[in-house]
Structure formats: C-alpha cells, structure tokens
C-alpha cells in the first residue's frame, strides 16, 4: 500500500501528517497557552521529518487567544514549502459561552480569516465542519457548503472536505461540489460505510484523535503488537491506520518534540498479517 496519497487527484501527500490542534495548547481549544517557540520547532521538525500534510483550524487557540494554531504555522513554515498541504476547518465559533456554528453568510469570513492567519491566497483544503462529536443525522449542510464551493469558484479554496459527517452528508454536499476528505472522529465505530463510499470515490479518509485525542489508548490488542514490534502504543494505533486502508490519513496531534519523532517513526513500521489478525 502505498504511503502517500493524492488528495484532490491533484495535492500528493504523506499519508503521515500532523494536526496542529496540540500546539497552541494541551487540550487543544481554549486552554492555558503553550510555549510559542516549543510549537514553531514541532511544526519546523515535522516538515524535516516528511510531513507535508498539516491540518488546523482558526479556531484553534489557547485562553484568550494568545497562542494560535494559524499563528504558529504562518510564523514557522512561510514562506511555505511548495509541496506543503494545508488544510483547514470552518464550521463552529468558539465563545464565551462555547460552541456554536456559523451560518452560510458567515463562510466567507471563516475562509478570509484562515487567509489572512496562513498568510495564503488559497486556501489548499477547506473542510465544513458540523455538529458536536458525533454526526448529526438529518442535519442539511447543503446551504453552508453552497457557500463554501461558491468561495472555491472565486479562486479562495483548492478543495472542499467535510467533518463529522454521515453518508446521507456526504452524498449531499458531492451533489454540490467534489469533496476530497472526510475527516470524522477516529473510535466513532460506525464508520464502516462512510470509508467504503470514500475508497470507492477516492476520497481521503481523516480520522481525528488518532492516538487517543489526549486519552491513553487503553487497548489490550495495540499493546500486544507494540511489544512484539518493541514500539508503543501509539505507533501502533498510528500504523493500524495506515493499514486499514489506502484512504486513510492520519494527522496526529501533538506540542512535543520526542511525541512527534515517535508518531513519524509509525510509517516504517510494517504490520504483519499475524499483527493485522491479532488488531482486528
Ligand atoms: N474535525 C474535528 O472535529 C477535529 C477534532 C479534533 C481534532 N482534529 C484534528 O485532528 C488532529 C489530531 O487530533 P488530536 O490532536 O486531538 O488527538 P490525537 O492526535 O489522537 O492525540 C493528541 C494527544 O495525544 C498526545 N500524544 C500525541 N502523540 C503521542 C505519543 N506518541 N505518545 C503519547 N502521547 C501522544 C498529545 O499530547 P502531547 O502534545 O503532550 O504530545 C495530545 O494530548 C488535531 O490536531 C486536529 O488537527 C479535528
């Protein structure tokens, strides 16, 4: 299987990329800031290490704002290496009285404002992110990604994608626009559809929290394989994924030097059918 994939047919990348969530603070939205330096040097170490793949959104940003995800990637990274994929959520606001969603009017905004913090003139992918943590079902996106394909005909945006998402959502935004990666919550369980109709589509599948979104992974099988592979659990919850299909990306999550060296450290790890059966 190969380890890099072509997003949007067009945007070739590592399937082992990074989520830059983690950086601007631990629990990832709102939180007490992290050191600003210690996130440049992840984010210039993960460029060195072969990631070509950041995800992130505007919305990420410690208390106050201090510290922010879009910040952090324009001030290490631009100008931006060519082959540099960034991609991006719009969707909900984060206020004082927590979260909430913007309606289809809101979208240029959301868009001017990942331009204005990356310091881009298009944005590579932009992902309609809905609900809370798990899709909602019945819930019509069509007028929000109307308004987002409307801003990719203007020249704004490369791609579309859609976030916590189900397949009635995805059908009915690919009656709008092309959509190039679904990314959903990596445990939800019931995602066995929505992957098949991305592999058949060739549509990127992007699972987030895909070492444990700040939870130990706890699992018995993951920790059997990593012993026999002497590498930690999650390396191998990283290259189960990688296994799992030729769609799938991951993106994970961190502020820290040594956790990043041992998530990129996950590609070079080759399951065997023994381990597959064993993680099944
Ligand atoms: N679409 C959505 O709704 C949505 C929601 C959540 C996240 N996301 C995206 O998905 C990305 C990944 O999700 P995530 O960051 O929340 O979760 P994650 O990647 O599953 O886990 C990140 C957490 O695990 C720790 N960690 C990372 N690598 C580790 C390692 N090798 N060993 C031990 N601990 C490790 C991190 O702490 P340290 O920082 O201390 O390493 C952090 O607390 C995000 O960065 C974001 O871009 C999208």
């Known amino acids: 299987m190969s380890n890099r994939f072509r997003l949007g047919g067009d945007l070739n990348v590592n399937r082992l990329g990074f989520g830059a969530m983690r950086l601007p603070s ?9 050191d600003p330096e210690a996130g440049r040097a992840v984010l210039r ?19 106050g704002g201090v510290v922010r995800a ?30 909430s969603h913007g309606a289809p009017g ?9 331009l204005d913090g990356l310091g881009v003139d298009r944005l590579d ?27 990719r005909e203007e020249g704004l945006i490369r791609h579309l994608g859609l976030s916590n998402v189900d397949t009635g959502h995805l059908a009915q935004a690919r009656a709008i626009a092309p959509v190039t990666a679904v990314q ?11 992957l098949a109709a991305c592999e058949e589509s060739g549509i990127a599948f992007v699972p987030f929290f895909p070492v444990g979104g700040g939870r130990e992974l706890d699992d018995e099988r993951l920790a059997k394989v990593a012993a026999r592979h002497r590498a930690t659990v999650p390396q191998i919850g990283l290259a189960r994924l ?23 450290a996950a590609a070079a790890i080759v399951l065997t059918d023994e381990d597959l059966a064993d993680l099944s």
Request: without cysteine; hydrophobic residues 45%; negative net charge.
């Open 45 to 63: 170490r993960a460029v060195e290490l072969g990631v070509d793949h950041v995800d992130t959104a505007d919305f990420y940003f410690s208390a």
């Open 106 to 114: 809101d979208m240029r905004g959301f868009v001017e404002a990942n």
């Open 184 to 194: 959903n919550h990596a445990a939800q369980g019931d995602e066995a559809d929505l």
């Open 242 to 264: 990688l296994a799992s299909s030729p769609v799938a990306l991951a993106i994970p999550g961190t502020g820290s030097l040594s956790h990043l060296e041992d998530n990129m």
């Open 26 to 34: 631990k629990d990832g939205m709102g939180g007490p800031a992290r």
């Open 70 to 99: 879009n910040t952090l990637i324009r001030e290490a990274l631009h100008p931006y290496p060519s082959d540099l994929v960034i991609a991006t959520k719009v969707g909900p606001v984060i206020g004082p009285d927590g979260l």
């Open 125 to 151: 992918l932009v992902y309609l992110r809905i609900g809370a943590m798990t899709p909602p079902h019945g819930e019509s996106l069509a007028e929000r990604f109307e308004a987002l394909a409307a801003l």
